[in-house]
């Protein structure tokens, strides 16, 4: 569970709890447990999970935490804010629900800005100073780890320095083990921030962090101007997820501390992680991949081909300002082609498909990923389409469960407000021709329900299976007509969940793509 | 012409040279012009229009500019590079078309790298340096004003710092202006950039000035950093377009400088243009503007309200890190499920409805979003189904479009492997039945048609409307049966764009819902 980074720099990611306050983000539970085992694999210390008590969502994320979420790398952290003004700090509810999450870690948020003491919380000095205490002891004498999130710190520290240094001590006096310095409203620049922790720093002892929100265009940069001014903790979200300009982006910290500023701020095997986990991130979201973002983004490294080509070809380190792979990316000329031969193989031994001796099974590999991510299929989330394509190839390769004759799907609204959604599939299993009709909630719905009942006389096994998750994702809108429709399904078997994607100008048949991949994958890889 | 930003401090634009190098960007001479015109609305002092000779597009764009272009406060820059090795500059092609653009100012790239002087230019660094003073000289000797891009200059600078300073030296003794340090490949970090340039300035006398790639995230507060430092000219790009990550960011540039650090370098009544010129450049680009993008983006004041809406409504500069009009935003207050009666007041005034006096309006509305968004509804990104919620409660609300009497919707994946979708709707418009059958991309696609078809001779405003985007959502999966689906659409009539929400288990219902609302918001507050 301990690692360098857990003890000697602290690199805290707030994706589920401040990143969530993205528009237009909203996560399910099991979301919520998929980005927490991601932010594991790229060696984070810390993952705030959410606000328990505040918010029902995030209390189920921490009850399911408890028994489905291991991780490697990181500390579970619950969010949460000071007692009450005027209230014991025992008997507030929303301290209590910190202590049911049963995290180690717990980060308090407290007011550092008098004009927020004062107009915001209605209180006065003293008594938010109490707050902060009193709250820090009763965690802290539950056993809890404890951070402090200094709210409106850089502003309040303009307005008031002392009060904030004043809130600092009180963290610290009663135990709390980081004072994180919030430029909450976003408005510092580099050279700023790195005066005011100087400042900060000559004045209290104790482990300062920062978080910073990107109004200015700046989050990283101020993050990383803390570290040289002696910060050891970083807060930051995937892919800078936040409200308003949004956080600092924790792949282009972890991959400035690392690679620029000489930290190791992660272990070593999980910066090639960068890259894979911002885009399965962005998935979850539903969110489409920015692809100019730093190190991670699509175009990151790409060249448009022609004055240097032959230039970074011989010497693609003049070109570079890193060699790609350093964070899992590569120097892409056209389309996001999965990174080539190498990352097939690596994928292949990932899923225990040993590919030593066919090479013509790669080649044939590469070429079909080429040919269908220019059309808009993705398999950095979709890994059980990925491994159904790969063992396509392989010699041993099976047949299909099943061979579709038509499918027909409908939905009806009545005059009586009634909403129905049938649909017929027409299949032949084992050489026997099956007509199934099923209803469902909706038009995938009732195709999956007619499939499955068509199949699972012949397959078993599909009576434990259901969906999971459902996205789509509208690619190319522009061109109208013809935009196309991305549709990712998570299966489970109570046991594991697996992705599959499917893409068609149709939404319906993108959805069958997914859907027969999704129960071909538990027959043929699950059941076994 | 003359104004103190051209004099005092360059703010210098490449949008239309190396902006252009984003991939997927390709304009038109007239896009460039009608880009030209926008920049020059921000007051920014110069505008790198293309590289003349190189690229037949640009110029043209130089020709048209002479007589097409009226530039109030920048001044057009030729972008070219030093004469080529072992040549006479008079006999060099691409110096003469930058004599042949006639634009006051030329701006040269100048190799500084020893490694690129070596490996890529292939020869020798004293005929380099004869490179930059021949060209300056030229150029300067036929009356123009020559800025030099210093190529590199980062990097080569820690591989040998001296040449760094002999390539200035030579362009500045030859009669440049501004000696532009370049951090071509994009590595560098703020507290390294102020370093560099501190140290250069103790070497050399002139102008210099900064060229950021956004490699790091950080092209923003490296330029800034520089400018901290002495430089005195600094260049961006219109929404940080460019290659990789792109270029520091022109509008994020020109507001820190102004308002965080208080250096003028555009006319005041420039500033409240960032917001719009920043949209108009992203459509001339054909790229989605960035909601998040800092002082610009749709959502870069946009508050999660809730808890403190009371709050901002009061003190709102306690929780904006700038008046968001400053740049020509605005704070929207995002309608969320924590929706008290202060955030619906605040949203009406924002809508431009006047709701004083109307408390049992705003209580009704209150009570119904809170019930809404408990089963899933989310107006935060649907502004446009929350004013016709608003608006349904106003004492003068107007009728529905039409009575639904009933639709059906179906797609059919036939034997022959075609997929065919088709809808049909009966609906009761000006208390006439209407029956209306329509095929489609896909269920909601037909729907669409078929409505459309049903309404357009009644509205005939519709024929302009269409979908700009879908998005799907699937709440609370983990219920199974029971998981309900949340469509999100855009519309556009070519002038604007409106986002409507629509909820319901079945995905066909719910986007029917979505897309009555964008159809109603397109003749009642859209057609007037």
């Given at each position: 569970?301990?690692?360098?980074?857990?003890?000697?720099?602290?690199?805290?990611?707030?994706?589920?709890?401040?990143?969530?306050?993205?528009?237009?983000?909203?996560y399910?539970?099991?979301d919520?447990?998929?980005?927490?085992?991601?932010?594991?694999?790229?060696?984070?210390?810390?993952?705030?999970?959410?606000?328990?008590?505040?918010?029902?969502?995030?209390?189920?994320?921490?009850?399911?935490?408890?028994?489905?979420?291991?991780l490697?790398?990181?500390?579970?952290?619950?969010?949460?804010?000071?007692?009450?003004?005027?209230?014991?700090?025992a008997?507030?509810?929303?301290?209590?629900?910190?202590?049911?999450?049963?995290?180690?870690?717990?980060?308090?948020?407290?007011?550092?800005?008098?004009?927020?003491?004062?107009?915001?919380?209605?209180?006065?000095?003293?008594?938010?100073?109490?707050?902060?205490?009193?709250?820090?002891?009763?965690?802290?004498?539950?056993?809890?780890?404890?951070?402090?999130d200094?709210?409106?710190?850089?502003?309040?520290?303009?307005?008031?320095?002392?009060?904030?240094?004043?809130?600092?001590?009180?963290?610290?006096?009663?135990?709390?083990?980081?004072?994180?310095?919030?430029?909450?409203?976003?408005?510092?620049?580099?050279?700023?921030?790195?005066?005011?922790v100087?400042?900060?720093?000559?004045?209290?002892?104790?482990?300062?962090?920062?978080?910073?929100?990107?109004?200015?265009?700046?989050?990283?940069?101020?993050?990383?101007?803390?570290?040289?001014?002696?910060?050891?903790?970083v807060?930051?979200?995937?892919?800078?997820?936040?409200?308003?300009?949004?956080n600092a982006?924790?792949?282009?910290?972890?991959?400035?501390?690392?690679?620029?500023?000489?930290?190791?701020?992660?272990?070593?095997?999980?910066?090639?992680?960068?890259?894979?986990?911002?885009?399965?991130?962005?998935?979850?979201?539903?969110?489409?991949?920015?692809?100019?973002q730093?190190?991670?983004?699509?175009?990151?490294f790409?060249?448009?081909?022609?004055?240097?080509?032959?230039?970074?070809?011989?010497?693609?380190?003049l070109?570079?300002?890193?060699?790609?792979?350093?964070?899992?990316?590569?120097?892409?000329?056209?389309?996001t082609?999965?990174?080539?031969?190498?990352?097939?193989?690596?994928?292949?031994?990932?899923?225990?498909?040993?590919?030593?001796?066919?090479?013509d099974?790669?080649?044939r590999?590469?070429?079909?990923?080429k040919?269908?991510?220019?059309?808009?299929?993705?398999?950095?989330?979709a890994?059980?389409?990925?491994?159904?394509?790969?063992?396509?190839?392989?010699?041993?390769?099976?047949?299909?469960?099943?061979e579709?004759?038509?499918?027909?799907t409908?939905?009806?609204?009545?005059g009586?407000?009634v909403v129905?959604?049938?649909?017929?599939?027409?299949?032949?299993?084992?050489?026997?021709?099956?007509?199934?009709?099923?209803e469902?909630n909706?038009?995938?719905?009732?195709?999956?329900?007619?499939?499955?009942q068509?199949l699972?006389?012949?397959?078993?096994?599909?009576?434990?299976?259901?969906?999971?998750?459902?996205k789509?994702?509208?690619?190319?809108?522009?061109?109208?007509?013809?935009?196309?429709?991305?549709?990712?399904?998570?299966?489970?078997?109570?046991?594991?969940?697996?992705?599959?994607?499917?893409?068609?100008?149709?939404?319906?048949?993108?959805?069958?793509?997914?859907?027969?991949?999704?129960?071909?994958?538990?027959?043929?890889?699950?059941?076994?």
């Amino acid at each position: 569970m301990s690692t360098p980074t857990s003890t000697d720099f602290h690199v805290f990611d707030t994706t589920l709890r401040d990143g969530a306050q993205r528009e237009g983000v909203s996560y399910s539970v099991a979301d919520k447990l998929a980005v927490a085992r991601l932010l594991d694999q790229i060696g984070v210390g810390y993952i705030e999970g959410g606000w328990p008590g505040a918010m029902p969502k995030d209390t189920e994320f921490f009850a399911r935490a408890r028994t489905e979420l291991k991780l490697r790398h990181a500390q579970l952290v619950a969010f949460g804010a000071t007692r009450k003004a005027g209230v014991r700090v025992a008997d507030d509810a929303q301290v209590r629900a910190l202590l049911d999450a049963q995290t180690p870690v717990v980060c308090l948020v407290a007011k550092s800005d008098v004009r927020h003491v004062r107009e915001a919380l209605r209180t006065t000095l003293e008594e938010n100073l109490a707050m902060v205490r009193d709250t820090v002891e009763f965690l802290v004498g539950h056993g809890r780890r404890v951070f402090v999130d200094c709210e409106h710190f850089f502003d309040g520290y303009a307005a008031d320095p002392d009060y904030g240094v004043q809130v600092l001590e009180a963290a610290f006096a009663a135990g709390a083990e980081v004072g994180v310095l919030c430029d909450t409203n976003g408005g510092m620049l580099p050279m700023g921030v790195g005066r005011v922790v100087a400042d900060v720093r000559a004045r209290v002892s104790g482990r300062l962090g920062i978080h910073c929100q990107d109004d200015t265009g700046c989050a990283v940069a101020n993050s990383l101007a803390a570290v040289e001014a002696g910060v050891t903790h970083v807060q930051g979200t995937a892919n800078g997820y936040g409200e308003r300009a949004g956080n600092a982006d924790t792949f282009a910290l972890i991959a400035n501390l690392v690679t620029k500023m000489g930290l190791p701020v992660v272990p070593a095997e999980c910066l090639p992680e960068l890259q894979r986990v911002s885009h399965a991130i962005a998935e979850l979201a539903n969110i489409a991949p920015d692809d100019h973002q730093p190190y991670v983004g699509a175009s990151a490294f790409a060249h448009k081909a022609g004055l240097h080509a032959s230039a970074i070809k011989v010497r693609p380190e003049l070109y570079n300002h890193l060699e790609p792979a350093v964070v899992g990316n590569d120097m892409r000329i056209l389309v996001t082609e999965m990174a080539g031969r190498a990352s097939v193989e690596l994928k292949g031994r990932e899923l225990g498909v040993d590919l030593d001796g066919h090479a013509d099974v790669i080649g044939r590999v590469v070429d079909q990923v080429k040919v269908l991510e220019a059309d808009g299929w993705s398999f950095e989330a979709a890994d059980a389409s990925f491994e159904l394509l790969l063992r396509a190839q392989l010699p041993d390769a099976p047949p299909a469960l099943f061979e579709l004759e038509s499918y027909k799907t409908s939905v009806e609204h009545w005059g009586n407000g009634v909403v129905v959604s049938e649909a017929t599939v027409k299949v032949h299993v084992d050489g026997e021709r099956v007509i199934s009709t099923a209803e469902g909630n909706g038009p995938v719905n009732a195709l999956d329900n007619a499939l499955r009942q068509a199949l699972v006389s012949r397959y078993p096994q599909l009576a434990d299976v259901s969906l999971a998750d459902y996205k789509v994702r509208i690619l190319g809108w522009s061109s109208g007509t013809s935009a196309t429709t991305r549709v990712l399904i998570d299966t489970t078997d109570g046991v594991g969940e697996w992705t599959t994607v499917g893409v068609h100008v149709n939404i319906v048949e993108a959805s069958w793509h997914a859907l027969v991949d999704a129960l071909t994958y538990a027959v043929r890889h699950r059941a076994r």
